[in-house]
């Protein structure tokens, strides 16, 4: 018995198809040349539902259409398509209504990114934006970090979020507002224990911080990503002295531990002030590593360097060993 997805199989569905249209057929030619000439005489349509049995899942003949009529790189990708639209899973259901969804031509990354997206990414604001299969997985890791983090976000919120999100609008503006809801973040609860402090000094360790501090530091984005892609973490000191600034400790991760990276004022204005020797003191206390101050002084050190051929690094009177500050680990 031939196999119906065999080119024999495929050949003889065809041809059945041929003679309803009224086009005789050799019964002697190879069935890849019968296959040849049904493509060529019978319409799209008609050899489709010939090709899947007689039956064509509503739907499955536009979407083919709009991924144009050049043939796919991965052919595969055709049965991948036909075995959504004949499932009867609710995900896949759902996978089917967002292909409907969508407007205008759709790729084969846009496919792919379908099948591997978690449940609650099923949504045609995220597939019009994710075009490949590692954007989906990445997308999705992302979501599932945020999830352990963001108390907030469950199935239920997500979704909501993502209906009354413009569908023209960043894909990546979405994840960074549910970054700016997380309420506990990797690795803070050590720093937190190290760093210690009362009233006056505190580990920065919530969204709704950060994001009041980002407020008052204007030249500062993005920190709660930062926090929970384990760049940086943030450490504010507030004087009980009403008439000085609060100060804001920005520390680097790097594999010889946290290190000092600068002290902001708000406004970003410079100068000296008293509170940041009282900071970087507790700091230093709690083990963070303290940028040192070069023992050259800045004039002779850029004429030293320029003649004796060492490159640039750093900055003027604030640097640390080249090994901390480049050796930055990114943690999962």
Not at 103 to 120: C, E, R
Request: glycine share 8%; proline share 5%.
């Amino acid at each position: 018995m031939r196999d119906e997805n065999s080119a024999d199989g495929v050949a003889d569905r065809l041809d059945g198809a041929l003679l309803e249209s009224g086009v005789d057929v050799d019964a002697a030619r190879a069935p890849r040349s019968v296959v040849g000439h049904a493509l060529l005489t019978l319409r799209p349509r008609k050899a489709l539902r010939a090709v899947l049995g007689g039956f064509t899942p509503p739907g499955l003949a536009g979407t083919l259409a709009r991924l144009g009529f050049d043939p796919l790189p991965a052919p595969d990708t055709y049965a991948d398509i036909v075995r959504l639209f004949r499932s009867d899973d609710s995900f896949d259901r759902a996978r089917v209504r967002v292909l409907g969804q969508l407007a205008g031509p759709i790729t084969i990354g846009q496919i792919q990114a379908l099948t591997v997206l978690d449940p609650v990414l099923i949504h045609r604001v995220v597939v019009q934006h994710v075009r490949s299969r590692d954007s989906a997985e990445t997308l999705a890791c992302a979501v599932a970090y945020l999830r352990r983090y963001c108390s907030s976000a469950t199935d239920e919120a997500l979704r909501a979020s993502l209906d009354a999100w413009p569908v023209d609008r960043d894909i990546k503006l979405w994840v960074r507002r549910w970054a700016g809801r997380f309420d506990s973040a990797p690795a803070l609860d050590g720093l937190a224990q190290m760093i210690g402090g009362g009233a006056d000094i505190r580990l920065l360790t919530t969204g709704a911080e950060l994001a009041a501090v980002e407020r008052r530091y204007r030249h500062l984005r993005n920190m709660c990503g930062e926090v929970l892609a384990g760049r940086h973490a943030y450490v504010e000191y507030r004087p009980s002295a009403s008439d000085a600034d609060t100060l804001l400790g920005v520390l680097r991760w790097t594999t010889q531990g946290y290190m000092l990276d600068r002290i902001d004022r708000p406004g970003y204005r410079l100068g000296p002030d008293a509170g940041m020797a009282v900071l970087r003191n507790h700091l230093r206390a709690s083990e963070v590593i303290i940028r040192g101050r070069t023992p050259v002084k800045p004039k002779a050190r850029v004429a030293m360097a320029a003649w004796l051929g060492v490159y640039p690094w750093g900055r003027d009177n604030d640097v640390v060993e080249d090994d901390i500050l480049d050796d930055v680990e990114e943690r999962a």
